[in-house]
């Protein structure tokens, strides 16, 4: 099963085909819908590429379709890899106390002043080795690959420390080489306000800017640099502040606004030309005005107000009409996303947030890829972008959204290379 990536694969009968062909940036309005769907469809693969995608008739016709070894997979739906551009899968436990006492009504930020909340998972994280968070997130990973994902990117910000940011990161670079799990490492060093500084926050600003950030740059961890902006977290002025001595360090800006209160994070976002503004639960127009110009991906993460049981969603319907490329993604955490299934997430975007299911799955693939600036590799299946590509075990691409709560995957191909199949297609 698990075959060397210069084999060629001439995968065939899928029933339908989600090639998501179509122009080169962010999908927008009405691009969002149009997935390229193909009957009795096929792809050829060779050296961890697509070479051709479409019609069977088409494609077996290709001078190279007949060196390919074939993979049928018996008339179901074939659709980009997940990428899924938000996530915090660096941590060392799950917080089952604060699950708890939200159940008995208290609210997210009220359990973090009451000593649950990021710096319980701080806390944790400072006193684990970095093998342990290996460990940890090598399984995750496992599980992400099982439900879909192809391609993650992971933060930091549980260490909030140098040594304890490092730590993680180092931790993502290690399981990044051995898993098949394709990893995307971001800094969020301002998660929150270290313990050791919460009387001087700006003090804890100018540790990030000036010890952490250059020694993460240094060392080449991460891609990009995150901040937490909002209420009880990051200022407007100090997220500017982070995100703008992270560009100079090489890094690229992705920011969490508006989630808990209208915080200022989306006009930054567009100000410093963040790839993605991610939450935007309080967004407003002029924040839709803003992130359109500056060319910013808007990310939604709906596991994480599903699981808050916030009883309100963001509407991805009135972002996609106002013209902004919507991406969609798990934010799998311990805190407000224990969730690493997107599947899941492509359930509350059709139900929650009022996407169609073509929509959704737009966000989850090709707009994920747009969120993590990696479009003109990932997130379709043209000739040329990488192959990463999954079977799922239904007849209508739609029922990707309709069934929820379970894994509908039945094969997936990273980079050309099967790296899960279910039964069915065990040899
Ligand atoms: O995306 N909002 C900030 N970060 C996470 C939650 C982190 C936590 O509670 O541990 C989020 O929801
Ligand atoms: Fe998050």
Request: charged fraction near 20%; charge should be neutral; glycine fraction near 10%.
């Amino acid at each position: 099963m698990y075959n060397h990536r210069s084999m060629k694969h001439l995968l065939v009968n899928a029933g339908q085909l989600l090639t998501f062909i179509g122009p080169s940036g962010p999908r927008r309005g009405a691009e969002m819908s149009k997935t390229g769907l193909c009957r009795a469809g096929a792809v050829l693969i060779e050296d961890g590429k697509i070479v051709t995608a479409g019609s069977h008739d088409l494609v077996s016709r290709h001078p190279q379709a007949n060196k390919a070894r074939v993979l049928d997979v018996g008339g179901r739906v074939v659709l980009p890899g997940f990428v899924d551009s938000h996530s915090h899968p660096v941590f060392a436990a799950p917080r089952l106390k604060d699950f708890e006492l939200r159940a008995q009504g208290k609210g997210y930020e009220q359990i973090a002043a009451e000593g649950g909340g990021i710096l319980s998972s701080v806390d944790a994280v400072r006193k684990t080795t970095e093998d342990e968070l290996v460990s940890r997130l090598g399984v995750w990973a496992a599980r992400f690959i099982e439900c879909g994902t192809t391609t993650l990117e992971a933060k930091s910000g549980y260490g909030l420390d140098l040594d304890s940011e490092l730590k993680c990161l180092r931790a993502i670079r290690r399981v990044a080489a051995h898993t098949a799990l394709e990893l995307v490492p971001t800094f969020l060093g301002a998660h929150a306000v270290a313990p050791e500084l919460v009387h001087d926050p700006h003090g804890y600003v100018r540790r990030v800017c000036e010890e952490m950030l250059p020694a993460v740059a240094k060392e080449g961890l991460a891609r990009f640099a995150d901040v937490f902006c909002d209420r009880g977290y990051f200022s407007e002025a100090q997220a500017e502040t982070v995100l703008r001595a992270a560009l100079q360090h090489g890094l690229k800006a992705k920011i969490h606004a508006e989630q808990l209160a209208h915080s200022g994070g989306a006009a930054v976002a567009a100000r410093v030309g963040a790839v993605s503004a991610d939450h935007l639960d309080h967004a407003d127009a002029a924040d839709f005005e803003r992130l359109k110009k500056s060319g910013t991906v808007a990310t939604l993460v709906p596991a994480a107000n599903y699981f808050l049981g916030l009883g309100h969603y963001p509407s991805g319907r009135k972002l996609i009409e106002a013209g902004l490329p919507v991406a969609l993604a798990t934010d799998f955490n311990p805190g407000t996303a224990p969730c690493w299934n997107m599947q899941f997430a492509l359930s509350l975007a059709c139900t929650q947030l009022k996407l169609t299911p073509e929509e959704a799955l737009c966000a989850a693939t090709v707009n994920g890829a747009h969120a993590l600036g990696l479009g003109a590799t990932h997130g379709t299946l043209e000739p040329g972008k990488q192959a990463d590509l999954i079977v799922l075990d239904v007849r209508d691409y739609r029922e990707a959204c309709y069934y929820f709560g379970a894994n509908q995957v039945a094969l997936v191909m990273k980079r050309g290379a099967i790296v899960h199949a279910t039964q069915d297609f065990r040899p």
